[in-house]
């Protein structure tokens, strides 16, 4: 894939599947799977879907949300789906599903779920225009207007952030008057 290659594409044009069967190395003493396990096998597949629909590198910017649902088991399989939901002018927001599967008896259950973003890079290390997306079915859809409203919040959230910040700044000056130490406030 080029990088310049700003052609639409489909959802299913950059979805990613990974499975992986959980060894005690991937868990805690209780045989319960670690949860750091859990998030890394999920940036690695939404980290390769953005690859994908991107056409080169991306960076993870931020994890929006994770939520564990079910426990994972050492012997359980974990399928790990990935899929672009939205994208913007540079980033990307790739949404997450974890599912586990006792081998023995084919349980399946949805263990986890999440969202990430990410930025397209160029060969420089600078942000970049990724193709548009493509939505067609409801799912699609309904994935790609909730990544909107996710998007909103964040943007919302920074925007509230830099306000407390530079209100706290103005604070910061009261401080050093009455002699009081910023960094122990709580």
């Known amino acids: 894939m080029r990088t310049n290659d700003l052609t639409p594409k489909k959802v299913a044009d950059s979805q990613v599947t990974l499975v992986q069967l959980m060894e005690i190395t991937d868990a805690n003493l209780g045989g319960i799977v670690h949860g750091g396990v859990v998030m890394k096998l999920v940036d690695t597949a939404a980290g ?4 994908k629909h991107a056409g080169g590198m991306c960076v993870t910017v931020s994890m929006d949300e994770m939520s564990f649902l079910a426990p994972a088991h050492v012997g359980d399989t974990l399928t790990v789906s990935a899929s672009v939901n939205d ?3 540079t980033s990307l927001e790739v949404g997450v ?7 023995v008896s084919g349980k399946r259950k949805h263990t986890s ?3 990430l973003v990410f930025v397209a890079l160029d060969k420089e290390g600078k942000p970049r225009v990724v193709p548009p997306l493509i939505a067609e079915s409801p799912t699609e859809l309904r994935r790609q207007r909730e990544a909107k409203i996710r998007r ?3 943007l919302a959230h920074r925007e509230a952030i830099r306000e407390h910040r530079a209100g706290s700044e ?6 050093e008057v009455t002699h009081r130490t910023p960094h122990l406030r709580i």
Do not use: F, Q
């Open 48 to 51: 390769l879907a953005s690859i």
């Open 87 to 89: 994208v913007g002018t």
């Open 97 to 103: 599903r974890v599912e586990s599967e006792d081998i």
């Open 113 to 115: 779920s999440a969202y």
């Open 152 to 154: 909103e919040t964040r």
């Open 170 to 175: 103005a604070g910061a000056e009261t401080d």
